[in-house]
């Protein structure tokens, strides 16, 4: 059974950090892309960060290029996201996300709540 343990949200002020991390397990997860997606109160779930199966490449949303950082660790089956800087409009549930077709497998979500 596939299970994506998402971890480390909260509340923070504004220019303040974070790391989230996403347990994944049930399977060797190395081939996989993976990735963070996030959704606001109202909003659609939007794409935050993906990186590569190898961790060799990464891509960010326009709204977190330079402040956030998306990382893995294929040993512990593990990816994170450090967030610095971060801003009112940060807030949201962020979700880790692992996909490779035509496997698509999703967590439930950690609450980031940025104040301002």
């Known amino acids: 059974q596939v299970q994506l343990v998402e971890s480390g949200g909260g509340l923070v002020q504004a220019g303040g950090s974070l790391r989230l991390s996403c347990v994944a397990s049930?399977?060797?997860?190395?081939?996989?892309?993976m990735a963070w997606f996030r959704q606001a109160p109202g909003k659609e779930r939007e794409f935050v960060a993906r990186?590569?199966?190898?961790?060799?490449?990464?891509y960010y949303a326009d709204s977190v290029k330079g402040r956030f950082t998306m990382s893995r660790d294929g040993a512990k089956n593990t990816m994170y996201l450090q967030m610095n800087g971060l801003k009112p409009e940060d807030t949201a549930v962020y979700y880790c996300?692992?996909?490779?077709?035509?496997?698509?497998?999703w967590g439930r979500g950690t609450q980031v709540t940025v104040s301002s």
């Open positions: 049930g399977r060797t997860f190395s081939s996989y892309i």
């Open positions: 996300n692992v996909w490779k077709n035509p496997y698509n497998y």
């Open positions: 990186i590569s199966s190898s961790g060799g490449s990464t």
